[in-house]
Nanobody, 120 residues
Framework: QVQLVESGGGLVQAGGSLRLSCAASGSIFSINAMGWYRQAPGKQRELVASLTSGGSTNYADSVKGRFTISRDNAKNTVYLQMNSLKAEDAAVYYC??????????????WGQGTQVTVSS
């Protein structure tokens, strides 16, 4: 099993920055990719950014150029640097870890979520 703990959320003014952290523990050797998702009230959970074990990144169009996903393997931690925050970025942000097993089987693990609030 994999356990994920997010931190770093809070209240920030529009145009400001926050850095979210996700610390992984457990069977971390089995993880192939990690990502950040967010869910705002009344909306579906959406992928914000992802990072594979090989270093490939992917971003939602709405955050390209403003958000950066990165990792520190020594600390088993993934980060989401959020700059130039907008009111529409306000949401609960969730850390995700994905394990891809044989025959294309995929398993997902989730953190508890951290609230990001943007004032305008």
């Amino acid at each position: 099993q994999v356990q994920l703990v997010e931190s770093g959320g809070g209240l920030v003014q529009a145009g400001g920055s926050l850095r979210l952290s996700c610390a992984a523990s457990g069977s971390i050797f089995s993880i192939n990719a990690m990502g950040w998702y967010r869910q705002a009230p009344g909306k579906q959970r959406e992928l914000v950014a992802s990072l594979t074990s090989g270093g490939s990144t992917n971003y939602a169009d709405s955050v390209k150029g403003r958000f950066t996903i990165s990792r520190d393997n020594a600390k088993n931690t993934v980060y989401l640097q959020m700059n130039s925050l907008k009111a529409e970025d306000a949401a609960v942000y969730y850390c995700n870890a994905r394990r891809t097993a044989s025959l294309g089987r995929e398993y997902d693990y989730w953190g508890q979520g951290t609230q990001v609030t943007v004032s305008s």
